[in-house]
């Protein structure tokens, strides 16, 4: 039988799992003009991590709370007495995104149980970088896609370093590139050997009850954002990854950010797709390069553009190009899981 706690909190988890329920906008037309994420930042020109703040901020709305890790997304966007934030905000440690989001989903529960607050649904989002979310937070993020009691998600902006203590070489940062500990030199060219984590795949195939993976970029912003409200419609713990161009780190002039992010997954280099309800389905021009339809662009093509990679020789690009190639000629699903039959 059950006791009389047990009772009440059986009865107000289903009391509280409902979300905001939000359709996608079908197009820019229809996309609201309303900003939550606004003037008030001192991110760098061309920063592609600050406009997928304002995207996520639009497409969350109004009731929305947002945790921000330590990163430039904090620490840009808190200069004293300013921020652009015009929701709810709040600073969470460098590992903490998905500890924070559990622990606010569960204060707003317990906040409307005991009536200290009306009852309705508030989207949770918590943000990270990639040092903080596929490094250094991983556990954490792993942790939260099992509290299946709570609606919250976790945004992971990878600009492919750690860039506020000056772009040091993290998890995420594509093999090769130059950063302040992984510079080229004479003796050794090519510093950072590891190859990118796969941190989406990784954390949609191991989280069999996270109901909404996704990867996004910011050149494709409507389906940035709706890849935003769906994580927040369907509820439960979610993530989404997004590659973000960073003018600092890349080394490259701002006006191109947007170019660079249609370039990354033009080169299959950032695969697009969601992972829904256990549900592959790939996204934009990465379903048409499964598909045949769109022809991947040589990765020269990006990387030259960059100069992290002014140091690569004909031998690095083409280790980089066969790397891609394998990901979308060999995985077992192209450009999202590797393995190869034995
Ligand atoms: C536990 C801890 N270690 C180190 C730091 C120093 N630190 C502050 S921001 C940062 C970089 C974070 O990188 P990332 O999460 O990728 O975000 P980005 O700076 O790239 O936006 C580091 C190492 C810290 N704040 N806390
Ligand atoms: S260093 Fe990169 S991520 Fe940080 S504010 Fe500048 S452009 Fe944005
Ligand atoms: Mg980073």
Do not use: C
């Given at each position: 039988m059950l006791d009389e706690n047990t009772d009440r909190n059986q009865e107000s988890f289903e009391d509280y799992l409902s979300t905001q329920v939000l359709d996608p906008w079908k197009?820019?037309?229809?996309?609201?003009?309303?900003?939550?994420?606004?003037?008030g930042h001192r991110t760098c020109q061309g920063c592609e991590s600050a406009q997928l703040m304002k995207l996520m901020a639009k497409a969350g709305g109004p009731r929305s709370i947002i945790l921000g890790s330590t990163g430039c997304m904090y620490v840009a966007n808190t200069t004293y007495y300013s921020t652009p934030w015009a929701v709810p905000w709040m600073h969470t440690q460098l590992g903490s995104a998905g500890s924070s989001a559990v622990g606010t989903a569960a204060g707003l529960r317990a906040m409307m149980r005991k009536g200290k607050m009306a009852k309705e649904p508030i989207n949770v989002i918590a943000v990270c970088g990639d040092g903080g979310g596929a490094d250094m937070g991983l556990s954490a993020i792993s942790a939260a896609l099992q509290h299946t009691q709570y609606n919250l998600l976790i945004l992971m902006y990878d600009n492919?370093?750690?860039?506020?203590?000056?772009i040091q070489v993290s998890g995420s940062s594509p093999w090769g590139a130059n950063s302040t500990f992984s510079p080229p030199g004479s003796a050794r060219r090519i510093m950072n050997r590891r190859w990118k984590k796969n941190t989406a795949a990784m954390l949609a195939a191991g989280h069999p009850d996270c109901k909404y993976v996704a990867t996004v970029n910011t050149a494709y912003p409507v389906d940035t954002m709706n890849m935003v409200r769906k994580a927040l419609t369907i509820g439960g713990p979610t993530f989404i990854h997004s590659l973000d161009p960073c003018p600092k780190g890349w080394d490259y002039d701002p006006m191109y950010s947007h170019e660079l992010g249609e370039l990354a997954v033009e080169t299959g280099i950032w695969p697009l797709y969601e992972v829904e309800e256990g549900k592959l389905k790939m996204c934009g021009k990465s379903r048409r390069i499964v598909s045949g339809q769109f022809k991947r662009k040589p990765v020269r093509e990006y990387l030259t553009?960059?100069?992290?990679?002014?140091?690569?020789i004909d031998e690095d690009f083409d280790y980089f190009q066969a790397k891609i190639d394998d990901m979308w000629?060999?995985?077992?699903?192209?450009?999202?899981i590797p393995f190869a039959e034995a």
């Open positions: 197009g820019p037309k229809k996309v609201p003009a309303e900003e939550y994420y606004t003037s492919e370093s750690y860039a506020n203590t000056d553009r960059q100069g992290r990679f002014a140091h690569f000629e060999k995985w077992l699903i192209p450009g999202v």
